[in-house]
């Protein structure tokens, strides 16, 4: 190999990495995210099914202060 061929690699390695370099940071640039939020045309629907048992508890509760009050246990 002579010089002048040598200095034609380290050249052509030059230019590539320098188009590289550019390319990069425009390809980059090219695949920003997205996000789109859209509300739904129609009213969203939400089935639960729920157990309450807090009024069940309450009546115990005050059965069990009559009873208590009625029926002493001392």
């Known amino acids: 190999m002579s010089d002048t061929s040598m200095d034609h690699a380290t050249r052509r390695r030059r230019?590539?990495?320098?188009?590289?370099?550019?390319?990069?940071?425009?390809?980059l640039a090219g695949c920003t995210?997205?996000?789109?939020?859209?509300?739904?045309?129609e009213p969203i629907t939400i089935n639960l099914n729920i157990k309450l048992d807090a009024d069940v508890r309450?009546?115990?509760?005050?059965?069990?202060?009559?009873?208590?009050?009625t029926k002493p246990i001392f």
């Open 15 to 27: 230019l590539l990495f320098l188009l590289a370099s550019a390319a990069i940071p425009a390809v």
């Open 33 to 41: 995210p997205t996000v789109q939020v859209v509300a739904p045309k």
């Open 58 to 69: 309450l009546h115990i509760e005050e059965k069990a202060k009559e009873d208590v009050g």
